[in-house]
């Protein structure tokens, strides 16, 4: 499994960006896609994660009703927009994936992951 993450940079606090993840490998449709981040100094924290197959969403409570994961199963590709953003969303983003047996907030079942994008918010 191959997850290439992009979208990063550069917003304003109340600004939006919306990252991609690039999924390739393998059929998909027995996995879970999630994004975690993690800022300098703190541990990587779950932020939303999709089943492939049927499409159900969980999000974090620190983003929920901000950020938005969606996925396009014929381009095999994750998305996560995300609005109203503040100084505390910046991070590095990384999209991962793993079977749905994952227990979906915790980085450690995720066997797969992408290379990071960096998210900067200026206040």
């Known amino acids: 499994v191959q997850l290439q993450a992009s979208g990063g940079g550069l917003v304003q606090a109340g600004g939006s960006l919306r990252l991609s993840c690039a999924a390739s490998g393998r059929t998909f449709s027995n996995y879970v896609m999630g994004w975690f981040r993690q800022a300098p100094g703190k541990e990587r924290e779950f932020v939303a994660v999709?089943?492939?197959?049927?499409?159900?969403?969980y999000h974090a409570d620190s983003v929920k009703g901000r950020f938005t994961i969606s996925r396009d199963t014929a381009k095999n590709t994750v998305w996560l927009q995300m609005n109203s953003l503040k100084p505390e969303d910046a991070a590095v983003y990384y999209c991962a994936a793993d079977l749905t047996t994952a227990v979906y907030p915790a980085a450690g079942s995720y066997a797969y992951w992408g290379q990071g994008t960096l998210v900067t918010v200026s206040s």
């Open positions: 999709i089943k492939w197959s049927s499409g159900v969403t």
